[in-house]
């Protein structure tokens, strides 16, 4: 992250970001990374985990029930969130490349990007 001072935290809640393929919350990462950090605070994890996703390096997912979560994978996909136990996952699936054309016909602007949230039951709460 050029111009921001290294951390030991942010490279700890990146790791662990990297080496999960779930979409955590703040506070699961805090509770899993308190364990081995007996000084890290949730508001540092917060703060770390803003500025990651402003500068790119992570994704911060808004998937409606008001908490956000947390996606180390940056490439453009789309998840799955499931409207019983709450858990977000990955969708393997095409990217709909024709959909920021589409959406640029009705809009006077620019669209840089999109992001699509499919809502059901998953496998294990239906």
């Known amino acids: 992250m050029a111009g921001i001072k290294y951390s ?3 490279e700890a809640i990146l790791a662990y ?10 506070e699961t990462i805090y509770t899993n990374l308190k364990q081995e950090n007996a000084k890290l605070s949730l508001g540092t994890v917060y703060r770390n ?3 990651l996703a402003a500068s790119g390096e992570i994704q911060k997912l808004c998937c409606g029930d008001g908490t956000d979560h947390f996606d180390a994978t940056v490439a453009p996909h789309y998840h799955f969130v ?6 977000v996952m990955d969708l393997d699936m095409p990217q709909i490349a024709f959909a920021d054309e589409k959406a ?8 840089h990007n999109h992001q699509v949230f499919f809502y059901g039951l998953c496998k ?3």
């Open 8 to 10: 030991k935290q942010r």
């Open 17 to 26: 970001l990297h080496s999960t393929t779930e979409h955590p919350t703040a």
């Open 49 to 51: 985990l803003n500025l």
């Open 82 to 87: 499931c409207e019983e136990c709450g858990k």
């Open 104 to 111: 640029m016909d009705k809009w006077i602007g620019e669209i």
């Open 124 to 126: 294990k709460c239906m």
